[in-house]
């Protein structure tokens, strides 16, 4: 059960991750095409920002402390 929880966490993590860095390279590209004055998204991608992109950072923080505790658990209770 708990090799399946890991996994499944590992893969949303996964996700998540490709996720985070899609929105970075897309905020890149939409702030340096409106510095050259080509719509590139940015108006759409700042609307995302809180509804989207902000809970997937911080699911991906939430994950990857939560990965960490359970592996040092389990480490831990097997030296015991």
Known sequence: MKDRLI????????????????SFFWFAIAVFGRSVGVALGFDLWYSLWEPLFMPAIGILMAGAIMSGLINQISKRLKSN
């Open 7 to 22: 996994s499944w966490l590992n893969q949303l993590l996964m996700l998540n991750v490709f996720l985070v860095l899609l």
